[in-house]
């Protein structure tokens, strides 16, 4: 196999295109868990539906009054171009449920088995 060959294996690859995963939790007010989570199902068809989002699962913690969110985008640009336009639509829906501002944690994916 030549020079040519394995490169383009490499390139075309499960390991050719390396996406983004974001992390972002957000902790309910006291007694305001599942009013978070019905309005979190309302607009996350919205989040799946962006451009570059590739997958969203939301977790939730109830001892902790915690939801998390694992999102898979192409890549950071796309979900900070999805943040931008979250902020102006919908987030008013979810800021008044949310104990402080919610963190987001970015990992660049490093290998797919």
Same mark, same amino acid.
């Given at each position: #196999? ?55 699962? #939301? ?22 171009? +999805? ?22 944690? +970015? ?5 797919? +088995?």
């Amino acid at each position: #196999m030549g020079l040519i060959s394995i490169v383009e294996r490499e390139t075309q690859g499960k390991d050719a295109f390396m996406s983004v995963v974001v992390v972002v939790s957000f902790f309910a007010k006291d007694g305001g868990l599942d009013e978070l989570i019905s309005v979190m199902h309302q607009i996350c068809p919205e989040t799946r539906a962006f451009a570059g989002c590739l997958s969203l699962k #939301m977790c939730v913690e109830r001892e902790l009054n915690k939801i998390q969110f694992f999102q898979e985008w192409e890549t950071k640009g796309h979900q900070e171009a +999805y943040g931008d336009w979250r902020m102006a639509n919908g987030f008013d829906l979810v800021d008044p449920l949310i104990n402080g501002e919610p963190t987001i944690t +970015y990992f660049d994916v490093h290998t797919t +088995y």
